[in-house]
């Protein structure tokens, strides 16, 4: 089995926040400031941007690197969404983030690498959505059984 997918590099200049999906223009690494303003917990925190497309994702503080790739305001709210079935999905069924993370990738067939909410477009993170309550509510009715 292949361990790892060979992305070509504008796919993971995508993926690691500099190039924007949109435009195909380099993103900018700004302040937080600038996207939700001086007064904000968010201020001093890098963030990487598409200015003209209004797209942008946050940086991982330590390494630096960004989270996944740009977003713009539709994107960032269907990634909000699977974040928060994300959330459902490891705390009610008991699992370490880690292990929520394996269970997506192999539902969504996709390389544990590639499987982060920060790199999904707008249909995957739709199937994400789709692909948890189910499967919580069958996990609950197992339990019930149990009972
Ligand atoms: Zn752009």
């Avoid at 089995?1 to 200049?13: G, I, R, V």
């Avoid at 709210?77 to 997506?104: G, I, P």
């Avoid at 544990?112 to 909410?117: A, P, S």
């Amino acid at each position: 089995m292949a361990k790892h997918l060979k992305l070509d590099a504008w796919k993971k200049e995508i993926l690691t926040g500099n190039l924007c999906p949109y435009c195909n223009d380099l993103t900018k690494r700004i302040k937080g400031s600038e996207i939700y303003g001086e007064d904000t917990p968010w201020a001093d925190l890098d963030f990487m941007l598409c200015r003209p497309c209004w797209a942008y994702t946050g940086v991982h503080q330590k390494s630096g690197i960004a989270l996944g790739s740009v977003a713009n305001a539709l994107l960032r709210d269907k990634r909000r969404a699977a974040n928060q079935v994300f959330d459902r999905l490891y705390q009610e069924a008991h699992l370490t983030r880690t292990q929520a993370y394996l269970w997506l990738a192999k539902q969504l067939g996709l390389n544990r690498k590639l499987t982060h909410i920060g790199m999904f477009g707008e249909e995957t993170c739709d199937l994400v959505v789709e692909l948890v309550p189910p499967f919580l509510e069958k996990l609950r009715q197992q339990t019930n059984l149990r009972k």
